[in-house]
C-alpha cells in the first residue's frame, strides 16, 4: 500500500478519497446492463445509503465540476422530508458528506432540493405526499427504505411516471427489506436488478460492540436474517404463523417446566436427498387453569439425510440435553420399525407412538391458536423451523418437500398442551 500511495502524484492523492469505485464494496457498486431499477437490499449498516450518495454522485457530476453529467433533475424519495434531508443529504454516509469540495451542492432549504455547480438538481420528496410527484420529471431518482413507506405503491407509481427524462431514466432503491408487496413486484421485474450484503459485509466501518450485541441478541431469529442479513423473508398467503407473531413470542428466560417432550417425524427413507427427520424439543408449565399453561419451544434439533440409526441417536441427544420425560414419534411411515429402531438405542427410552388421523393443516391449526393466544414462546435460533411455519397455509405447505420440523412440533405441542388441556376441561363424570 506504501509503494502504491508512494508513485501517486498529489493531485491524485487529493482525489483518491473521492474515487468511491476505489473503496467500494461489491455490492455498492451498479450491476452492469441496461436495467431501469437497481435494488441495493442489506442488513443495517451495510452501507447501503453511502452507495445510494455515490450514485447519485456519478449521475450528476461531469468529468470537471461545471461539465454535465448523465443526469440533471433528481428525485430524491424518504418516508418524510426530514429523513430524506438527515439521512439521504445531511448524514455522515449522505450526499454532502460524500461530494469533494469543488462539487459539493448547495442545500436550498426553502426549495428543497440540492443544486451543484453544473446546474443539475436534486428535489426532495416524502412518501407521506405521493400527489407531490405529479407534474415534476426527472431523470434519475433515489428511493431510501421504500419497504416501510406506509404509501409505498401510490408513491412508487407516481414516481414512475414522473421519471421520463433522458435517454434511459434510472432509479436506485436503497432499503432494508420486508415482505411487502411493492418490493417484491420491483424485484420480480425484469428490469430489476439487486445487490444485496448483510450487516457483517460492512463491519470494518462498524462498531464491534454494535455486531457482538444484535448478533446476540437477533441472531438465528427471523428479525435477524431480516434486518442483519438482509434477506426478504416472506410469509405466504393465509399462513397459520407470520413472522410478527413469532416475533412477539420469543423468549429471553425459561421458566421451570412441568414437562419436555421430543417429538419426532422420521422420514419416509434415510439418505442423502430424503426429507430431513424433524426433531424438536419443547417445555411446559402446565400447572393451574389450562388457559394459564404455557410452552416453549427450545430446540430444533432435526437432521437431514441421516440414517434410522442416526436420527434415533439424534433425538435420543436432544432428550438428554434438556431432560425430556418422553419421546414422541409418528408411525405413519414406519409403523412398528420406528419404535425398533429407538429401541436398538436405547430399550428403556419413555416411548409414545402417535399415529395421524387428519391431514397436517389439521393437526396444525390448533396449534397455530395457541401461538395466536400468546401461550407459546421461542428461544432464538429456530430460524428453519420458523421458515416452514411461515409456510404452512390454510390451505396447505407453501415450500419444497414436506413440513416435517412443522410437523414434529405439532406433535410435541399436541402431546403437551392440545390433549392434556382437552382431558382438563372434560366435565367429570361423578358414579353415585
Known amino acids: 500500500m506504501d509503494e502504491f500511495l508512494a508513485g501517486l ?14 473503496w467500494a464494496l461489491p455490492h455498492q457498486l451498479p450491476p452492469e446492463g441496461a436495467w431501469k431499477t437497481w435494488v441495493i437490499m442489506g442488513g443495517r449498516g451495510a452501507g447501503k445509503t453511502r452507495a445510494g450518495a455515490e450514485w447519485v454522485r456519478a449521475q450528476v457530476e461531469g468529468a470537471r465540476p461545471a461539465d454535465p453529467g448523465r443526469a440533471r433533475r433528481v428525485a430524491l424519495v ?12 445531511f448524514g455522515e454516509s449522505g450526499i454532502l458528506a460524500c461530494s469533494p469540495p469543488d462539487r459539493r451542492p448547495v442545500w436550498e432549504a426553502t426549495r428543497k432540493r440540492l443544486v451543484w455547480p453544473n446546474g443539475a438538481v436534486a428535489q ?44 434511459h431514466p434510472q432509479q436506485v432503491v436503497t432499503t432494508t427489506p420486508r415482505n411487502v408487496a411493492v418490493l417484491k413486484a420491483i424485484l420480480n421485474n425484469p428490469s430489476s436488478v439487486l445487490t444485496h450484503a448483510p450487516t457483517d459485509a460492512n463491519r470494518a466501518h462498524l462498531a464491534a460492540s454494535f ?28 399462513a397459520l404463523w407470520t413472522a410478527a407473531m413469532l416475533e412477539r413470542g420469543r423468549v429471553e428466560q425459561l421458566p421451570v417446566f412441568s414437562r419436555v417432550v421430543v ?22 408449565v402446565t400447572e393451574g387453569p389450562v388457559q394459564d399453561w404455557r410452552a416453549v419451544v427450545l430446540e430444533d434439533a432435526s437432521v437431514q439425510g441421516a440414517s434410522p440409526d442416526a436420527w434415533a441417536r439424534a ?19 414406519g409403523g412398528d420399525l420406528v419404535q425398533s429402531v429407538i429401541r436398538q438405542v436405547d430399550p428403556l427410552v419413555p416411548y409414545r407412538a402417535v399415529r395421524a388421523s387428519k391431514g397436517k393443516v389439521a393437526r396444525a391449526e390448533p396449534v397455530a391458536a395457541l401461538y395466536e393466544q400468546g401461550r407459546v414462546s421461542h428461544v432464538r435460533g429456530l430460524a428453519r423451523l420458523e421458515d416452514q411455519m411461515c409456510r404452512m397455509t ?5 415450500g419444497k418437500g414436506s413440513p416435517d420440523r412443522v410437523d414434529a412440533l405439532v406433535w410435541a405441542l399436541t402431546a403437551l398442551m392440545i390433549e392434556p388441556g382437552q382431558a382438563a376441561q372434560r366435565p367429570q363424570v361423578r358414579v353415585l
Open 9 to 22: 502524484s498529489g493531485g491524485a492523492l487529493l482525489a483518491l478519497p473521492w474515487m468511491f469505485e476505489f
Open 78 to 89: 424518504g418516508e418524510t422530508v426530514d429523513q430524506v434531508r438527515e439521512v439521504m443529504v
Open 124 to 167: 426532495v420528496f416524502s412518501a407521506h405526499e405521493p400527489e407531490a410527484l405529479r407534474g415534476p420529471q426527472f431523470d434519475a431518482a433515489w428511493v431510501d427504505e421504500l419497504a416501510k413507506w406506509k404509501k409505498a405503491e401510490e408513491t412508487w407509481d407516481q414516481l414512475q411516471f414522473a421519471l421520463r427524462l433522458g435517454a
Open 211 to 238: 455486531l457482538e450485541e444484535v448478533q446476540a441478541r437477533y441472531g438465528g431469529t427471523r428479525a435477524g436474517r431480516q434486518e442483519l442479513g438482509g434477506e426478504l423473508v416472506e410469509d405466504a398467503e393465509g
Open 263 to 284: 417429538a419426532v417425524d422420521p422420514p419416509v427413507s434415510g439418505h442423502s436427498g430424503s426429507d430431513a427427520c424433524g426433531i424438536v424439543v419443547v417445555g411446559a
Open 315 to 333: 433425538a435420543l441427544a436432544a432428550m438428554a440435553r434438556h431432560g425430556a420425560s418422553r419421546l414422541v414419534a409418528e408411525v405413519n411411515q
Open 394 to 398: 390454510t390451505r396447505g405447505f407453501e
